[in-house]
Structures are given as structure tokens and as C-alpha cells.
């Protein structure tokens, strides 16, 4: 290995950026567009609201650094039940206990369970026209549906730790999109539409991402074959601080031998997240939503708020932290 080489690993070791779902970037933009999905009934409270919804996309991802059982929501390693389609792990809770117990099933994580969670409780806050509840609800519940559009979150080997490819959860869900979304992609979708099976589409979106991991892990492993360090890295500033990256021109190789597939997986998210909102105000039964618009959180709200930021700030990350 040459000295440059060497200077460059050693620096790339020293050097590390935090990792997070979809990144900060993509969760916020995912939130951001579906509001344009949505009915003008709907609009009435969420247009004035797409700042908070943007801003808080990415609270769960913060809450990791808080609670514990807070990791197992974001992901689901289906792989550890078996083969694909994965028909031994039943698709309702209960029946998903009873085979495997809840320690299991937490233990290799809940997404899609926990996505109809929040699913429930959204359409409890629509029908009690709870504004701020529903805003939060909202941008929560747009996190979870994001996540399981990702293929990582799919999957065990989530962050190529098994197949020497450290760095890949974030180099597909954050460096991807960072570098390509305002610049090559369109997020011109249509219109948010009714699910009468909202549990069916979260699960057929997690068996998507399942059945692509392999894609992501086998293309990037064969492209770094042709990739020195120094073309695959490079250091970027960053908020006053330099970080390593992926390069540019390995991010558009990647992505190019992907067949747009974060574009793709990122619309369809955009897509779900908007139409899992209006499929909780219809179960609600359409309730009005022009008074809600600008109704303030309460000081526990607040309060929480404030809380988790500083909790994430402190950066003491419980459970699985590598996603």
C-alpha cells in the first residue's frame, strides 16, 4: 500500500459521521413531498404544517438515543425467519406471538407491527381532532413507513457487518439521496390514495426491501472491486468539521448499477407515508381539520421536545445503533 494510501486509511478511521435512517435528509424530504399528495380538506392542516412535519421526521430516529425499545421499531431482520416469502412468521401480532413469543420478535424487530400502532393511534387523533397530536402522530408514522422502504432494515446483515461492507446502510440511505435527490430525481407522484389494507402494503413493501438487500450488498461489494480507497473516498466539510464520504463519482457508479433504485424506493415511501395519512382521516370519518391549523403543543409537549433533543445531543445510543 502506498504512503497516500495509508495516510488516507488511517485518517478514514479517526474520522467518523453518525449513521441514521434514510438520514435526516431523506426523512424530512420524504415527509415534506407527501403533504402535496394530499386532498385540500386535508391541506388545511398540513400545508401550514410542513415545517413541523419536516422538522420532526426524524424524531424517532433521535429517540433511539433515549429509550431502548425504541431501536426494535425501525427495522425487522425477516431473513431470521426463514426463507421468502417468509410464511412462518405470521403477519398479525397475535398470531406472531403465540408462534414465536414477543421477546423473539423484538429482539429481531417490529416495523410493520408497529407501523399499524401508529396507525391506530393516528386515526384516534384525527376522529378527536386533536391538531397538535395529529401533526405529531403524523410525522412519526411517516418515519416508520419510510424505514421500511429501505432494504437494510430488512435485513441482518443491515449494515454489511457480516460481509466486510461497513458504512453501506448509510451510504445507500444518506449518501445516495444527499448527492442525487435535488439534483437528478422527481418526486412528481400523483395523489394520495385510500388503503383498505394498510397492514397488506406495509408488509409488501418490507418484503420488497427483503428481497433487494442481496442487490444492495452484491453491487457495492463487486463495484468497490474497482474502486481504489482513494477513488472510493473522499472528505468532505461539513457543518464546520471535515468527515469522510463516499465519492462522488463511486455514489453515481453506485447508484447508476442500482437502477434507480433509492429514487424509486424513496417515491414509493413519499407515496405510502401520504396515503397511510389520508387512510387514518377517512377511517376517522373525514373530520374537519380548517380550525386545527396553528394550534399550539402544550407545555408537556414541549417539554418533551426539548427533552429528546437534548437526550440526542448527548448522543448515548441504546439498542441497535448502527442503522
Known amino acids: 500500500m502506498s504512503h497516500r494510501n495509508l495516510i488516507v486509511l488511517a485518517l478514514f478511521l479517526l474520522i467518523q459521521t453518525p449513521c441514521y435512517c434514510w438520514g435526516f435528509f431523506g426523512h424530512r424530504r420524504i415527509n415534506g413531498m407527501a403533504v402535496f399528495l394530499l386532498p385540500p380538506a386535508?391541506?388545511?392542516?398540513?400545508?401550514?404544517?410542513?415545517?413541523?412535519?419536516?422538522?420532526?421526521?426524524?424524531?424517532?430516529?433521535?429517540?433511539?438515543?433515549?429509550?431502548?425499545?425504541?431501536?426494535?421499531?425501525?427495522?425487522?431482520?425477516?431473513?431470521?425467519?426463514?426463507?421468502?416469502?417468509?410464511?412462518?412468521?405470521?403477519?398479525?401480532?397475535?398470531?406472531?406471538?403465540?408462534?414465536?413469543?414477543?421477546?423473539?420478535?423484538?429482539?429481531?424487530?417490529?416495523?410493520?407491527?408497529?407501523?399499524?400502532?401508529m396507525k391506530a393511534r393516528l386515526t384516534a387523533a384525527f376522529r378527536e381532532g386533536d391538531g397538535p397530536r395529529i401533526l405529531k402522530l403524523s410525522a412519526e408514522i411517516g418515519h416508520y413507513i419510510a424505514d421500511a422502504h429501505v432494504p437494510l432494515h430488512a435485513c441482518s446483515n443491515h449494515n454489511g457487518q457480516l460481509t466486510d461492507q461497513r458504512g453501506i446502510h448509510a451510504f445507500w440511505e444518506s449518501r445516495v439521496p444527499e448527492l442525487l435527490a435535488d439534483s437528478h430525481w422527481d418526486f412528481l407522484i400523483g395523489r394520495a390514495v385510500y388503503l383498505k389494507a394498510p397492514s397488506a402494503l406495509i408488509w409488501q413493501r418490507v418484503l420488497e426491501s427483503a428481497a433487494a438487500a442481496d442487490t444492495v450488498l452484491s453491487v457495492e461489494k463487486e463495484l468497490s472491486r474497482r474502486f481504489s480507497p482513494d477513488r472510493r473516498f473522499?472528505?468532505?466539510?461539513?457543518?464546520?468539521?471535515?468527515?469522510?464520504?463516499?465519492?462522488?463519482?463511486?455514489?453515481?457508479?453506485?447508484?447508476?448499477?442500482?437502477?434507480?433504485?433509492?429514487?424509486?424506493?424513496?417515491?414509493?415511501?413519499?407515496?405510502?407515508?401520504?396515503?397511510?395519512?389520508?387512510?387514518?382521516?377517512?377511517?376517522?370519518?373525514?373530520?374537519?381539520?380548517?380550525?386545527?391549523?396553528?394550534?399550539?403543543?402544550?407545555?408537556?409537549?414541549?417539554?418533551?421536545?426539548?427533552?429528546?433533543?437534548?437526550?440526542?445531543?448527548?448522543?448515548?445510543?441504546l439498542g441497535r445503533g448502527e442503522d
Open 42 to 117: 386535508m391541506l388545511a392542516l398540513f400545508k401550514p404544517s410542513i415545517g413541523f412535519l419536516t422538522d420532526h421526521a426524524v424524531d424517532p430516529d433521535m429517540r433511539r438515543y433515549a429509550v431502548a425499545e425504541e431501536g426494535a421499531r425501525h427495522y425487522i431482520d425477516i431473513d431470521r425467519y426463514g426463507r421468502f416469502p417468509f410464511d412462518s412468521l405470521p403477519r398479525g401480532w397475535t398470531d406472531a406471538v403465540a408462534r414465536y413469543t414477543e421477546d423473539t420478535l423484538r429482539q429481531h424487530g417490529i416495523l410493520p407491527w408497529w407501523v399499524m400502532v
Open 234 to 317: 473522499a472528505f468532505e466539510e461539513r457543518n464546520g468539521k471535515i468527515v469522510r464520504q463516499y465519492s462522488e463519482a463511486y455514489t453515481i457508479a453506485y447508484d447508476a448499477r442500482l437502477g434507480g433504485m433509492v429514487e424509486r424506493r424513496m417515491r414509493q415511501a413519499i407515496q405510502a407515508v401520504a396515503s397511510f395519512w389520508y387512510t387514518a382521516w377517512v377511517d376517522a370519518g373525514q373530520p374537519d381539520l380548517g380550525g386545527l391549523a396553528g394550534r399550539p403543543f402544550s407545555d408537556a409537549d414541549q417539554k418533551a421536545f426539548e427533552a429528546l433533543d437534548a437526550a440526542w445531543r448527548k448522543g448515548v445510543v
